[in-house]
């Protein structure tokens, strides 16, 4: 199978700085997997970048153009309209006839629990609400690769739960087809219950590319880097 995704020397850098250098990489479909690392290391831009969203300074990204994407943030953004029209609108956005594209929210809305609040105003929901409402508007359109950005760093321990749960749903293909999920999180409980390889950076650099039980190896991971370990033990206290 072809890779979704080839990252061959990628830099992205703003001004003098690199937030992304080197990097060298194959994603293949039918995985989890977890960006991990400081604040500003890096993880932000490489979604960003596998999404389309920022461009390589040097190198080159190669993206299977029959591949389907989506994105989640950390904070939802939700237009000041109902949870049905906030899904109906992104499929409307790729060509769906208005009353399918409403008819399809509604479904999408019952697979992530809030078929109750489809005519709700979007913005008064809550964190959790808002951020499956993200997952629904997700899932909606059926994407391949689903590109996640801390997507419960800001939810309280339930809705944090809740959101795991769909995530974990949504990769394992309970739904008739799997996607593959590549997700950054500081929650290494997450990164364990979710990944199937882990994705290490350090100021930009990928410094380690591991399966998830490799990578939560003491000893592996000393070999990576000492700043490696003591980020571990850290996120883990
Ligand atoms: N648009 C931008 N303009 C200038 N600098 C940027 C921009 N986006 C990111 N950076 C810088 O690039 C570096 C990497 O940032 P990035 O957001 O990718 O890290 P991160 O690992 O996602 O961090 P966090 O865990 O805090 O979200 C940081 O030093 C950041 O300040």
Redesign the pocket.
Known sequence: MSPLFRLQGVD?R??N????SKVELNIKGGQGVA?I????????????LLHGL?TPSTGHIQRDAAVRQAMLF?RPHMLRTSARNNVALGLWLRGVRWGDAKAQALRALGRVGLARVADQNARTLSGGQQQRLALARAWALQPDVLLL??PTASLDPHAKREVEALMAEFSSGQDGRAMTIIF?S?NLGQVKRLASRVLY?ER?QLLADLPVHEFFNAGRLQQVSSAAQLFVKGELE
């Not at 700085?17 to 992304?20: I, Q």
């Not at 690392?37 to 979604?47: E, M, Q, V, Y």
Request: no cysteine.
């Open positions: 992205v703003f001004g700085l690199a937030a992304l960006l690392g400081a604040n500003g290391s890096g993880k932000s831009t490489l979604l960003r920022a950390q950005d801390e950054a500081h950076l930009g």
